[in-house]
């Protein structure tokens, strides 16, 4: 008889294996500035080896529904980094953007003017009485309608998608009826599209008109938070990684004791109320926010300087962020071993 080879050691069950982490992102509100703050964030964490599109869920919320839906949609960080300070992109990043109608997203025609009554005198009177406190509530009731459509934000994003993306992608507005948070793509809600989804989660009370959905009216997430990362609590992550542009820097004094700098702290309050809770669920958590150097990007693309560079600061920010502290990037790309 032939003889055979012998045979080797039996596998072992519990080797560890390796698996990518799992990962969590949430995209801030911020405007047209923080749109492009979460494009050079995304691009820093791209070239340091961490690609966004490889994220398990996606939540945005005002200008962060708008850069979720893109990476949802297939864009690249580095060619949308690229297409905002107007550089070349890949053939991918090309098509994609060859899909999308021209025009600015907020350049929709102004509703007829309307007596400048309250959009919701309820909610701004009940919300008084909330605690805890969410004075955007009380904002959103109290500011007349706004007059701008929001249909060519609808109409760029259904050219992204034809429909819900399978991957997860969670899109927060304001129910204008009663002040409720609406998570699109997690709660039950009428069939919409992503198109309609970004531009509840955009629609600024007093400037923009409240989007419908299903017979109700909904205004901007940031009304709630201008993050909403508290939604990521308990959903068992690796790791949640936050680009905040309205949150930050560390202390007011940084910027002045103006009513801009007050602003933003207490939207950084808001922010570190909400990593608590992911942080005591068991979740590390990466918060990127705004530096005084950035901020003053902010102030000069508000100007009217090109948005890239707002981009190109806050790419600079995270970079050098990245490479001062060496623990953070294994957070996101580092394997976790698990037993086969």
Known sequence: MPETAPAGPAPDAARPTDRPRSIGLVLGA???????????????????????????????????????????????????????????????????????????????ELAPAAPPRPAAATLAVRSLLRLPPRPGLTVAGALPRGRRSTEPMSRRHHAVHHRWPDDALWVCAVRLRDGRRVVFGRDDHPPLEVGDAVAASSAIPGVFTPVPI????????????????????????????????????????????????????????????????????????????????????????????????VAEQAHRSVTRRLEADPGLLPLLTDPVAVKA
Do not use: C
């Not at 005002?62 to 990476?71: D, E, I, K, M, N």
């Not at 021209?102 to 350049?107: F, P, T, V, Y």
């Not at 939207?267 to 530096?291: F, S």
């Open 30 to 108: 911020g405007g047209v500035a923080g749109y492009a703050f979460h494009t050079g964030v995304l691009a820093a964490l791209a070239d340091a080896g961490w690609d966004a599109r490889t994220a398990e869920l996606i939540i945005g919320t005002s200008a962060g529904a708008g850069s979720a839906s893109l990476l949802r949609g297939g864009l690249s960080p580095r060619d949308h980094f690229a297409h905002t300070r107007g550089l070349a992109m890949s053939a991918e990043g090309d098509e994609f953007v060859a899909r999308l109608p021209e025009g600015a997203w907020d350049s929709g």
């Open 214 to 309: 299903g017979g109700e009216e909904y205004v901007d997430g940031g009304v709630w938070s201008m993050t909403n990362a508290d939604l990521t609590r308990g959903l068992g992550y690796d790791a949640v990684v936050v680009s905040a542009p309205l949150s930050g820097p560390e202390s007011w004094k940084s910027t002045g004791r103006s009513a801009g700098a007050a602003y933003r702290a207490y939207h950084l309050a808001v922010l570190e109320a909400e990593i608590r809770r992911v942080r005591d669920a068991g979740t590390p958590v990466l918060a990127l926010r705004p530096t005084v150097e950035d901020l003053a990007a902010f102030r000069q693309e508000g100007d009217g300087l090109h948005r890239g560079a």
